[in-house]
């Protein structure tokens, strides 16, 4: 897999894609196991796996955002979400001029709540010109269809979903002993005054040991299909 | 209950708080019974209510902000995610200038997603300077300890919730007819695109008929505990 | 009076008002006696006494503002003037998006000086669509019409004019004393740089013990009327 | 006089200054006899009067601000106020830098309101940092000890006074005609709905014919002296 | 020649342009010799010379811009490049809003190298709406023109080129002495880190002493003729 | 090669960088047989290779900037400069607090002219915090040093360089055909006014025939030494 597409203009130009994906990750800790841009391969690996079943124009990823919970640890960068949103209106005003007017925002991390700001705001403005991808439930369901082990809430960072998609489509960007960092921390009430520091010293909350190639490959198949109702709120008439 | 405060200098100079509380309502639909204003008198409702109990420095509602999923109905009126920020930024400013290093954002909207943003970018400069009050799991004990008959998913928006604050606090702003509006939806899979519009055409969802003035009292009333927890993590050393 | 309006979005859409009201008060030093929300008390007096004769949508007070002059005493907050802009700019796309093409800012803080040129950009992008009410020349008028003893210049601050209208609207608002905070200085050459501090060590320039309800009713009947000439300037073709 | 100072890196190093004036003009219209520039060569020869009596640090002027109430006429160029405000912001950085931390606003355009609020917030971060000048006390009296015929709300723009500096500092700046140009329109009260085009066709408000040298070198002279005062104020510990 | 023109509002609605011209200088030091406005100077002179052929409507100057590389002597004062940017925006809105679509900004200065990305901007959205002049080949042509000594990496800052413009538009603004004040600095490898003080102790980089009143006519007026292009670029159709 | 560095926060904290790179591509047209990534190839490559001898911190690239010059092509994305600017400056924060005060942004793409300003003013602020790598010196001796057959002018976009630095690093990202795209264009003098579609039909301007995969070895060679000479300046008491 790619992380930031190699089409070409002519690609693009002879594709006519009515509608862009924005993969956006961010650059934050992910314990010792897996890389700070994680969050971009994996909104990399769901745009990905997109493109090979819709005709949609894969931008490449904005690959910092707000991980501002994460600052404890070295390498953590953040953007403020205002900086991120004009990244994103700027973004849309070239895909305007071009004639695209759709755009799916791939998100890979979910730290940026902004985004559902973003994306509320832009279809008040342009109606059905927005949406942001994965939702929570498109999430679940992914879960669910890849009988993953824990749920949103207990597996929340550098655990069995993000291990097992990086399994599946990077495997080489996972450092040997991620199978005993799991760590239990489901009660974290005050993460945003306190950050992730406060509920975990590795950087990990969740199962990373639970992790398979063989359910990041059904977590991406299921978002697929999830897709395909976004598709088609953003272009029937 | 007064919606905006009507404390003198010579209060807040004779008091020395610690922390500032800062509401943040929206002007959105809330059907045709509630008002605009919903949201801003429940955040001043919940200040209001800390404020009897902790020495805190209430300041006025910021009184629109992100309700652009409400955009379809006459009356709403949505700021930038961007602006709200800035709002939050200049107050910060004013507090630290005069020795008030603490912020809780009371928030009555929960469609500011971009306010937990704020928060945690706030923390990661200066740590332990602002929360986000009530947070999910605030609400949700407090739905509980007042016994309310519906979740926060079912009653999302001028339900059961809303209406019993507005019956403890401010029963002349409840118009007759509540008791009938009752609006289910739970499937709302695409509100990021389509809004509010595309679930309720009345802009209820939930169980206004389920409110009552005791729920209120009593939603307020377990706020104002699961708060101490808050004040206890910003404050201690 | 309320401060803010318990209208819902079907008196919006019911009444069909041509322009909006957006009552722009402040959170400022008034005082011992007159709460820091004072401001934003006189401009939602003022919009709810247009609202009782002409059909107006009345929109939320913004409740903070620039107020930098009055640093010196504890509790005022100021925003920055670019901040305010960014309020009312936002508020302006929300309007226009629902059809409402006017505006009158409700001015209940005469050191919001950039209000001025915020109002002749947007007339000089959309003739006729913006109005700043009461003008210096609307101040004065209510001050003659309600027989006020002082002027504008020597009551300039927490004294007869808003006592008066304190009185009329919320004389709970006022606090036992005021009739004894009486502060002439006429004088303030270097207002700008020294702030309210260098000219009242009580946050009073003016005469407050002179306020009644009665001038204060008279004062708003006199803006009423004031108002309608605005009204003709921006709806006249 | 030169309307940009000549000034070179090594008179500032030997001069010491410890107070920068900053000219900020305008690009408007000021009837077919003055030029559009006309605010700017005032604020300029304020700036050259008062550096001619004290060590000041005279830096280039702004020469386009706040003039959407003359959009009308050709030639009219505005900037936003949060414009100006920008780079009045970064004037000061690049002051505080070399050790220049006292700023004079030498304002040669009375529709810059948003100054007052840009020098009062600066003042409130920083004490006894700003000031604006002439203030209006400053003008009324330069106009008394002057001995015009009129005051400043007759004599409002490309009048008396605007003529009298121009007389006294660039003459050939000043086309023929001006002497017949009077205009009276003491009744303005919608100008900031309608702008200047409501209230005059030749764009003159004032007596220009009223206008000589010897006027205006009282004006300037007059300021000088007034100046001495706000330097008391910032300097004075 | 007049740095800031001395048009009025009728010469403009007179001479109907097609075209504007917006001189951005700088005030940065320019050795002891030159001004810190030289190249605001150069910009104005450039200007004036063109709207002696062209029919163009002349901006007065933008006095300010990035300096930071100079930033080591008294005197130097830098806007971001962004706050600059704003300007240009604005100014661009004024133009539109009289009708006048196209715009060239006059450089003096060559490190306000963002001005490239500005205009390459707005043509991106308006096609053929802006240029920027001189280009570097219009320079080296001038330079060939007027038959300089040097070029123009090797008289970088207040050489031949700057004294040339100098002396013939403005001699009374070079003082005495910068015959001698020649400086040779022709490896600047990281100029972008230490600024100019690292290569120049005067702040002269060039040969000033080459400098002749001759010379700078004829770079003028090889401008004069360059210019033709720019504009038959932007107006043809 | 990663396209986008897959160091963990481990490695981080044990390598203790000084200094952080910051690759900025671009989002553009390169002709049919490049990708629109490849200045974001570019510049991660020249990261990789300084990682490779350098104890620095790799950041993740920033993928799309100013592209407007290609905006006639399908698939090019541009953003502001203010707009990279910003993300820029949020690095910087967050690296700053980190302890980690310097960056060498790794420039892929010529067109960013404004990051000239972006480190000069940095620097202005925090004396020898940035640099931009690499210098228009350090890439022509690249060139010299790997004995390219252009030159930095005729070879510009899509070309020798480009073709020989993916032909060393991600040959799978060049499509066949690009041997027959030579393109000359040697004089592009209204480039800013016209972009790119007035020079160049296929997007080329070089001669990617003659790109090797020796040569972009030898290209990123030249680099590593080049950037010695950066990271002496930035680093040097």
Not at 86 to 107: P, R, W
């Amino acid at each position: 897999m790619d992380l930031i597409t190699l089409a070409t203009t002519a690609d693009i130009r002879d594709r006519r894609p009515e509608i862009a994906l924005l993969p956006v990750g961010s650059f934050e800790q992910h314990g010792r196991h897996l890389p700070l841009a994680t969050d971009t391969i994996v909104a990399s690996a769901i745009a990905d796996g997109l493109a090979a079943v819709y005709n949609v124009f894969v931008l490449p990823p904005i690959t910092m955002s707000c991980s501002h919970e994460h600052a404890a640890w070295p390498g953590t960068i953040s953007l403020s979400h205002r900086t991120v949103s004009a990244v994103i209106e700027d973004v849309v005003v070239s895909l305007t001029a071009q004639g695209i007017g759709k755009l799916a925002i791939i998100s890979g991390h979910g730290g940026n709540y902004f985004l559902s700001n973003v994306v509320q705001s832009a279809n008040a403005v342009t109606p059905k010109s927005m949406t942001l991808f994965p939702s929570r439930d498109d999430w679940r369901k992914a879960r669910e269809d890849a009988e993953l082990e824990t749920d949103d809430h207990e597996d929340m960072h550098a655990g069995e979903l993000e291990v097992s998609i990086l399994q599946a489509v990077a495997p080489g960007a996972l450092r040997d002993g991620f199978e005993s960092a799991d760590h239990r921390s489901n009660a974290r009430p005050h993460l945003l005054i306190e950050g992730m520091a406060a509920y975990t010293s590795s950087g990990v909350i969740g199962r990373p040991s639970a992790g398979t190639a063989e359910k990041g490959k059904a977590i991406l198949g299921s978002l697929v299909t999830s897709f395909g109702e976004h598709l088609r709120q953003l272009t029937e008439s």
